[in-house]
């Protein structure tokens, strides 16, 4: 089944006790103690080094208290991302409008996705987990994926990810969306959400 991470302001707040560090190492533990996916380039943080942060935080505070004074901050995405920026670049942070516009782009592509995996017999829903990053750009195409996690099979993982590519093809964008969007897949059976109702299983060489 297709899921959408919650958004990190909607977490519990927890306890952080984090000394100061090397931004990138600073930067793993965040997402060891958070189970939060960070997206940033690495020429961004590199020869950065975090805030200490000693105390309880919702994990988006969490992660603003370890960026202060490097300049950068936190951009959540309506998927549930969290992507770290320069400060100038928050100039341009999306309004409602833009918001809205990236949950309808990600509906249409969790749709289009499923029609693929459900196509699949090696990539039907229900025995394995994953979740993919995904980067589109207008006019729709998709841009680039990360594999964020594993499903547990080299030769599934390349398929799943060939699938989430061509799922891009008849999407159509008037912008680019403000992150990148987060597809999780959970191991329930499709019998019991209906994720592949309707949707055949094509053949091995039909593809």
Not at 34 to 62: A, C, H, M
Not at 111 to 135: F, K, N, Q, T
Not at 157 to 183: E, N, Y
């Amino acid at each position: 089944m297709l899921s959408v991470p919650i958004l990190p302001s909607t977490l519990a707040a927890m306890e952080f006790s984090f000394p100061e560090a090397e931004l990138s190492l600073a930067l793993e533990r965040y997402a060891e103690r958070t189970g939060l996916e960070l997206f940033y380039e690495t020429d961004l943080i590199e020869g950065k080094r975090s805030s200490p942060v000693e105390g309880i935080f919702s994990p988006e505070q969490g992660l603003l208290e370890l960026l202060r004074g490097t300049g950068l901050t936190v951009r959540a995405t309506p998927s549930g991302g969290m992507t770290i920026v320069r400060k100038e670049e928050m100039r341009a942070v999306p309004g409602v409008r833009q918001v809205e516009a990236d949950r309808r782009l990600l509906a249409n592509l969790q749709h289009e996705i499923m029609r693929e995996v459900c196509a699949d017999p090696d990539l039907r829903p229900g025995s394995y987990a994953a979740r993919v990053a995904v980067w589109v750009a207008p006019p729709g195409s998709i841009e680039r994926v990360r594999l964020l996690r594993s499903t547990g099979n080299p030769r599934r993982d390349g398929r799943l990810l060939d699938a989430v590519r061509r799922s891009g093809a008849d999407m159509r964008v008037s912008a680019a969306p403000s992150g990148p969007l987060l597809i999780a897949i959970e191991p329930r059976p499709p019998m019991l959400t209906g994720d592949c109702h309707h949707v055949p299983v094509q053949q091995a060489g039909h593809r």
